[in-house]
C-alpha cells in the first residue's frame, strides 16, 4: 500500500522557537495533503489543505501565520509551528491524497508529537 | 450540519470475542465511507472504504456495513486478537472534505 512518512517522529523545543515537520508520500504523487492536530482521547481536527503550487486554505480558527504550510511538490508538504508555546503541544498528523488509481484514498502518516517547555 | 457519531465511546472486550463499532452520520451529499484504525501514538490506517453503493464489504476479520438509507454503518470484528486494541475512527467524504468521527477506543484484554 500507498506510504507516507513524517519527519521528525517527535520533537521537544522551548517556547518560542519554530519548529518544522515534514510529510512526503513515498511511493505516490499527492496534490492534496491534508494536515490534522489531534489532542489526547480526541479525534483528528482538520488544520489545513495543501495544494501543490498553491496557498493552504486553512479552518476556521487556524492561524495561518502561525502554522506555516509549504506544498512545495508532489511528495512533499512541510508545516512550521513558528513560535511555538506549550498550547501548541500536540500530535500532528499529515494525510496525502492519493489520485484516481489508488481510489482516491487519504493516507496518513504516522503522525509527529510535539512537545512544547 | 454534516456530522458523525461513533458509539460506543469505548469498549473492553475479552480476547477470542466478537464486537461490533458503529457510526452514524448526516453528512450529504454522500460520497464514501472509511473505517480507519489508530494505535496509540501512530497515524490512523485505514480499513474500508465504501461507496453509496456497497453493503458490505470485508478485510480479513474487519467487516463493515453501510446503510445509506439510514446513514449508518458498522464495524464488525470477528474473533479479536490483543492487537486489535486502538481507535476506530469512521470518516465520511463529501465533495472534497472529510467528517471524522470522534472514534471508538476499544481494548481486548486476555
Known amino acids: 500500500g500507498a506510504v507516507v512518512s513524517q519527519h521528525p517522529s517527535w520533537v521537544i523545543c522551548k517556547s518560542g522557537t519554530s519548529v518544522k515537520i515534514e510529510c512526503r508520500s513515498l511511493d505516490f504523487q499527492a496534490t492534496t495533503m491534508f494536515w490534522y492536530r489531534q489532542f489526547p482521547k480526541q479525534s483528528l481536527m482538520l488544520m489545513a489543505t495543501s495544494n501543490e503550487g498553491s496557498k493552504a486554505t486553512y479552518e476556521q480558527g487556524v492561524e495561518k501565520d502561525k502554522f506555516l504550510i509549504n506544498h512545495a511538490s508532489l511528495t512533499l508538504s512541510t508545516l512550521t509551528v513558528t513560535s511555538a508555546h506549550p498550547e501548541d503541544s500536540s500530535f500532528y498528523i499529515c494525510s496525502a491524497r492519493a489520485d484516481r488509481g489508488r481510489g482516491e484514498t487519504q493516507y496518513f502518516g504516522p503522525g509527529t508529537r510535539l512537545l512544547v517547555l | 450540519k454534516n456530522q458523525v457519531e461513533q458509539s460506543p465511546q469505548s469498549l473492553i472486550i475479552l480476547e477470542g470475542k466478537n464486537c461490533t463499532l458503529q457510526?452514524?452520520?448526516?453528512?450529504?451529499?454522500?460520497?464514501?465511507l472509511r473505517w480507519y484504525k489508530q494505535d496509540t501514538g501512530r497515524g490512523p490506517v485505514s480499513l474500508t472504504i465504501?461507496?453509496?453503493?456497497?453493503n458490505t464489504k470485508s478485510n480479513g476479520r474487519y467487516t463493515a456495513t453501510l446503510d445509506a438509507d439510514t446513514k449508518q454503518s458498522s464495524l464488525h470484528i470477528t474473533a479479536s486478537q490483543l492487537s486489535d486494541s486502538a481507535s476506530y475512527i469512521c470518516?465520511?467524504?463529501?465533495?472534497?472534505?472529510?467528517?471524522f468521527g470522534t472514534g471508538t477506543s476499544l481494548t481486548v484484554i486476555p
Open positions: 457510526c452514524n452520520y448526516t453528512v450529504s451529499p454522500f460520497s464514501n
Open positions: 470518516v465520511v467524504r463529501t465533495g472534497n472534505q472529510f467528517y
Open positions: 465504501m461507496t453509496f453503493s456497497e
